[in-house]
């Protein structure tokens, strides 16, 4: 007899698994379909960014670092007593800017996002790495020199906010090596 459906789904090797711990620190990152450069325009950036504040605010998530590029995004967000809510936050932040960006485009129905990846933060070095491949991701494409001068990005607010010796603590972590897809 087969085993269980339940059973036989649940360790699933393809899918990555999610953990979802309460007010744990997660590095998520979404990118758009087929790598399209569907943000690449300043108003559509700032309607990706504010979508982004108001549902992490909405849903109770503490954002701690971002960067909007022109086909992806990278978060670093403290989750809520409910961590479970990241898929619901997340799925209103792709139907909300999916259906403004095609009207923009006039492209009804389009596909917009692909999929999204998220990695519960358990070490340090790890989280304060992610930190910083956040900061300084528009510099990593090329989009800018400082990243303190990309608005779509959190290094300004960062250095403005943080203290200094945390802020160098950051700054200073190597994510050259990270494995970001």
Known sequence: MAPHADTAFSNWPHAPSHLFAPHATYFITSGTYLKRMLFDTPAKRDYLMETRFEQAQRWNWRLEAWAILANHYHVVACAPENAETLKTMLNAIHSKTAVWVN???????????????????????????????????????????????????????????????????????????????
């Open 103 to 181: 009207k923009i485009d006039g492209q009804s129905g389009r596909k917009c996002w692909y999929r999204y990846r998220d990695t519960c933060l358990t070490y340090q070095k790890n989280y304060l790495a992610r930190l910083n491949y956040t900061h300084y991701n528009p510099v990593k494409h090329g989009i800018v020199k400082d990243a303190e001068d990309y608005r779509w990005c959190s290094m300004a607010w960062f250095k403005l906010r943080a203290d200094p010796k945390y802020r160098d603590l950051v700054l200073s972590m190597k994510c050259d090596q990270l494995n970001v897809e």
